[in-house]
């Protein structure tokens, strides 16, 4: 193999290849008369991207993906030559060469399932941003982490839960195919979130899922456990609603939460027209603050943890937000007043008050 | 204690305050005619900061100081009121009440030792830079985990080394004293470089080393083992003295520096009119690069680690700097072709070859 490029796309592609992939793994380079082909795959997923290149010489190799990404962030020069030497890989520009040693691993990359529909982009990404972000980072069952993506006619739905709170976000579809229902790695789909633009593709054939957008493409193994649904939690007995803007609540949440006890944990104590949030440690004293709100219902006051608060807020910035709270233990539902493209509803389980 | 003040300078100068002081401290709050000081002390240092206030009723008060500061800097409110409520000290602002605990224990704030001389704020920052952070983090010697402060005549010196390298840093004195000669603990000098601007002054009365900027003074207690200085370190039998920009060596350093061996350790190859960095690992491949240079005496190479040399060239940014070889195990020594007004002098011990 041997084959000249411009460094920046090279490097991008290369770095997106390795953030989507799990950690150390291979990355394969594949040249030929299409240019550069970028990939590599693990037991659970698999990525593809495409990036030109002057091939001077046809070849195939792998090599460890850290080094070679952080090789090409690093470099100055405009274009780059990449040649194989012995049992190298030569990265070379004009004085400098770094060589990484290939890889012997079989390796192959997988095709992509069909595509069978499309969203846009921006959309995805703002969903992805909240509801990725709500799965466990670590959990014995696969459900807690991961993120059930299911399309339906018009939509496509994702959802995630860590067992306290639930994200659940709507957006529309560009076009109708074959229904999805898949629960994804969520760490792949925060990933996605971070690179994804333009339209992106929904690919699937019942056991793995895929994404592709702007020569890029990522397939993943299906998890089990798909029920993971709203219909889990209880959102009927809605008997207060409050009505607030979503950043001055967050502000005050991350003010009096300095206050708050070990479990980090404040309440809300709903008024005739406003909302007192309130807390208060042992040592370090107590804080309140109160904001003025539309209030429908009866007074309650329940307890949340701060931080799943602060989580559920942050996807409904430079918005109004209803607070559904439900008696007892029941989860509060939080939704946008006026709901953009993407529908977004918060589910945040109640904590035992001290 | 009652006051009200603008919520930017306070909250500057609590937090301020609070980063200067030994983490976990108590804040001494004092509200007189003169407006108010915040300080703290603890058996290491003393911080003393006035900001200005609408003082209703004088007090002094003693209270946390994380929480004082988080919850100020967090405050949109363009006014805030601190007002003492039982055994709180509430911090008030239209909709909100933040109450802090009065901690009981006895504090006085120390006067500051003479001011005995003044330097530049921006030298003085930019040498500190360089120098605070060569001391070792956690040492058993107090001696590496100090800085060096000399005054002369006309000059100010600062000395720190970690056994591994030594910075050396001397600029200019604004007016001249009673000397000066004190080992300062490094961590607060590097919190200073952070902070410091205008005039400082410098103050000292043997037991004592105080900072002044700008309503800022801080005072400390001088540690033990002022025999560090450059006199430790031999540099008479230079043989190879190399000429190189700072930042094109320190960026070749951090590519090749990626290919290096577990103790990061790469080579320096010293060419007619060349430096050639060099690194191997076993499994992850090799790297060379060959920059340009003014070269005169002998060919040479040794090595260095890659983080030291880092640290070294970050301090002679945009600048051209000579490496003055040493043979054998001795240091290299750093320093700019043409210094500016603070001069620096890096010493980077060699490692062994592999």
Not at 202 to 220: E, K, N, P, Q
Not at 285 to 305: C, D, I, N, W, Y
Not at 325 to 337: F, H
Request: hydrophobic share 45%; glycine share 8%.
């Amino acid at each position: 193999m041997d084959l000249t490029a411009a460094t920046r796309p090279l490097s991008s592609a290369v770095s997106a290849a390795a953030r989507l992939l799990s950690a150390r793994s291979g990355l394969l380079l594949r040249a030929g008369k299409d240019g550069l082909t970028v990939g590599g795959n693990d037991s659970e997923r698999a990525v593809r991207l495409t990036a030109e290149a002057m091939v001077h010489t046809d070849g195939e190799v792998l090599v460890p993906a850290g080094p070679l990404a952080e090789t090409l962030r690093m470099l100055d020069d405009d274009l780059v030559r990449l040649v194989v030497e012995g049992s190298r890989l030569a990265v070379r520009v004009e004085g400098g060469r770094y060589a990484l040693p290939l890889l012997s691993r079989e390796l192959n990359l997988p095709d992509m399932p069909p595509k069978v529909s499309e969203v846009d982009g921006h959309a995805l990404v703002t969903a992805l941003r909240t509801v990725a972000g709500t799965a466990a980072k670590d959990d014995a069952l696969p459900m807690f982490t991961g993120v059930r993506v299911q399309s339906f006619s018009r939509e496509l739905r994702l959802t995630a839960s860590d067992r306290y709170r639930m994200a659940v976000a709507t957006l529309p579809l560009r076009s109708a195919g074959e229904p999805i229902d898949a629960l994804v790695p969520a760490g792949l789909l925060a990933e996605t979130a971070k690179q994804a633009r333009g339209t992106v593709g929904l690919h699937g054939d019942g056991t793995r899922f895929g994404l592709s957008w702007a020569g890029v493409a990522v397939t993943t193994a299906v998890l089990d456990a798909g029920f993971l649904s709203e219909k889990l939690i209880e959102s009927s007995t809605v008997d207060t609603t409050v009505e607030v803007a979503a950043d001055a609540l967050a502000a005050a949440v991350r003010r009096v939460g300095v206050y708050a006890d070990d479990r980090r944990v404040l309440t809300l104590e709903v008024g005739d027209a406003h909302l007192r949030l309130a807390s208060a440690k042992q040592n370090t004293g107590e804080a309140e603050e109160t904001l003025k709100a539309e209030v429908s219902g009866g007074r309650t006051s329940p307890s949340f943890q701060a931080r799943y608060l602060l989580d559920a807020l942050q996807g409904f910035a430079g918005e109004r937000v209803r607070l559904d709270i439900q008696p007892g233990m029941r989860a509060c539902v939080i939704r946008a007043v006026e709901p953009g493209e993407v529908e977004l509803t918060y589910y945040v389980m109640p904590m035992l008050p001290r």
